[in-house]
């Protein structure tokens, strides 16, 4: 058995680094011997912003040896269209969109970093294909174009928005689970979906507003970049969908031609050396040329996904979603507080929520910085809500886009109970406990009337602290910040009225507060130092190393638990009873 367990861990070691080191590291030598120089920018060019590629918060560091740039950062966007507005060398911006892959909010931060171009008087160039149905924030950020231009075969599909939810008490409670949910307050419905067949009035009034809300400012900015009015585009939607000739008629889009022939005429009178730049390459290539020693330091500390304790995990190029450990983001924090350097630190923060003890923990981070005078500014992304409220709710400055859904301030617990399905299909379940109590978070019965009490007084005691830490960093009376809260969801707008955002806007906004609260004069020279510090490729590889150790470890520590005496007569049991073909299972009590 020993022999058996030393034998797969040896194979697995040696398909972890057949497969995935050798040819890593073989890829990485031959990427750092062959590639080429970077090439330098055309003389003349057309910076190109393509909507269906990601514009993320940081790049995932993972094969950063073989980064090409092709990766569009959020800072990138911000700086690369400012820094292009005052190029001689860019002469127009083309932008291709209408696949639906950018969200309200997204099109808010685009629109605010098109500014500076615009207003430098350069032609800004749209393109669509198709604006499909999800499309409508994408035509948000094509209608700040001059000229736009659809393909003579494409359609306009967007009917306006619509939020939709499943819910799923019914089927719950015919395979027989039932889901145990404990909420402050009313508007805190995220366990809804699971123990309701419909929306309760509350629900249904704040998603309503927020539908509302994110419409009117998806009109508001169409009808500016168009210049028509809003009914206009409500007139548009409601005849939806159309074809491309209806589009053009409507003035959602100006011609109709083929990309091909846009290309030819975006580049008319521009030199034969002149060549299109993407977005990302350009940021990247002027950002090399541009660095100043002498610039003032801005901390900025990312924040994406689900809040947990323990450490952050980025997107991984294998699959699986970016997470904020509370460890990570509070160290970062305390860190860059630690830099001599930094003036101010900038916390970007796009997460729906999480552990309420991590998004407390990181909070707290926030607060020691202030306690060394060096100011905090918050800057939301597309969501912020519950922890992701939390964690700058004692922020000196908060900062969300306009559609950024925020706020939910409250607390939910619950828990499933299978029992009605282990029942179906013939699972008793036999339980001891070493206390009364123990089977609280049993998954096969209900909560008791007095566990369901203990469990409500517990999460009551967590809502009022994110209360109180809404009240101390917002200025707020206990009474206020009850109204506002109730687990209640707000568009950026609604906040900023209600008192829970300082201002509108999205990077832009955020980095010149920073300046502002740094002390900086406005076109003085910022570095942007990211904390932690980005992991180079040496130690993403050592991280694979480390998960291909920690498979080894597992496999011998079995090895030895394989040898134990005991287990080893109960291996030749079995093996020797099921020979005898008689199966035996064995019968041990969960202990939870």
Do not use: C
Not at 243 to 251: L, N, P, S
Not at 386 to 408: Q, R
Request: without cysteine; glycine residues 8%; hydrophobic residues 45%.
């Amino acid at each position: 058995m020993r022999q058996f367990f030393i034998t797969v861990a040896g194979v697995l070691t040696a398909l972890i680094i057949a497969v995935f080191v050798v040819p890593v590291i073989i890829v990485a030598m031959v990427a750092s011997s062959f590639a080429p120089a970077e090439e330098p920018l055309p003389d003349q060019m057309v910076v190109t912003l393509d909507l269906s590629t990601p514009i993320v918060q940081q790049r995932t560091p993972f094969f950063a040896f073989a980064d090409t740039h092709t990766t569009l950062t959020l800072a990138d966007l911000h700086a690369g269209l400012k820094r292009a507005a005052a190029d001689d060398a860019v002469a127009a911006l083309y932008i291709r969109g209408g696949d639906g892959f950018v969200n309200a909010a997204t099109a808010d931060e685009i629109v605010e970093a098109l500014a500076p171009f615009r207003a430098a008087g350069k032609p800004v160039y749209g393109f669509a294909q198709d604006i499909l149905e999800t499309g409508l924030a994408d035509y948000q950020v094509l209608a700040q174009a001059q000229t736009i231009w659809m393909q003579p075969t494409g359609s306009f599909m967007p009917a306006g928005l619509s939020g939709r939810l499943p819910y799923a008490k019914q089927a719950l409670d015919e395979i027989g689970i039932t889901a145990d949910a404990v909420a402050f307050r009313e508007y805190k419905g995220a366990m809804d979906i699971f123990t309701a067949t419909q929306m309760s009035a509350p629900q249904r009034e704040a998603n309503q507003r927020m539908v509302d809300m994110i419409y009117a400012n998806l009109a508001t900015r169409i009808a500016e970049g168009r210049g028509f009015a809003a009914a206009d585009l409500d007139a548009a939607l409601e005849a939806a969908p159309f074809g491309a000739h209806q589009a053009r008629t409507a003035g959602l889009v100006d011609d109709l031609a083929y990309e091909r022939q846009v290309l030819d005429v975006v580049m008319e009178g521009l030199s034969d050396e002149a060549d299109f730049v993407a977005l990302a390459d350009y940021a990247a290539s002027r950002a090399t040329a541009t660095r100043d020693a002498n610039a003032g330091v801005i901390a900025v500390i990312y924040g994406e996904g689900a809040i947990m304790p323990g450490e952050s995990t980025p997107v991984s190029p294998f699959g699986g979603e970016a997470t904020i450990g509370s460890d990570t983001m509070a160290n970062a924090i305390l860190d860059a507080s630690e830099d001599e350097d930094v003036k101010a630190i900038l916390v970007r923060i796009n997460s729906p929520g999480g552990s309420a003890s991590a998004s407390d923990q990181v909070w707290d981070a926030i607060r020691a910085a202030q306690a060394k005078d060096i100011p905090v500014i918050a800057s939301m992304g597309s969501v912020a809500a519950s922890g992701g409220y939390y964690i700058p709710a004692g922020a000196d400055l908060i900062i969300a886009n306009p559609t950024t859904v925020t706020g939910s301030i409250g607390v939910i617990g619950a828990k499933f109970s299978l029992g009605g399905l282990l029942e179906k299909i013939g699972v008793n379940v036999d339980a001891v406990s070493s206390n009364p109590n123990a089977d609280i978070w049993a998954s096969d019965i209900p909560f008791s009337d007095e566990q369901r009490q203990r469990f409500s007084a517990w999460l009551e005691t967590a809502y009022e602290d994110f209360k109180q830490r809404v009240a101390e960093g917002r200025e707020l009376s206990p009474a206020e910040t009850e109204s506002i809260a109730k687990g209640r969801i707000w568009v950026g707008m609604d906040a900023r009225d209600k008192g829970l955002v300082d201002r509108l806007g999205g990077f832009s906004t955020s980095l010149a507060a920073a300046r502002e609260l740094a002390g900086l004069e406005v076109d003085a020279p910022v570095e942007l130092r990211a904390f932690p510090k980005p992991k180079t490729f040496q130690e993403e590889l050592f991280g694979l190393a480390l998960n291909a150790e920690a498979a080894v470890r597992t496999l011998t520590l079995m090895s030895a638990l394989a040898d134990h005496p005991e287990v080893s007569a109960l291996v030749r049991e079995i093996t020797a009873r099921d020979s005898a073909q008689v199966q035996h299972r064995a019968r041990v009590p969960v202990v939870q």
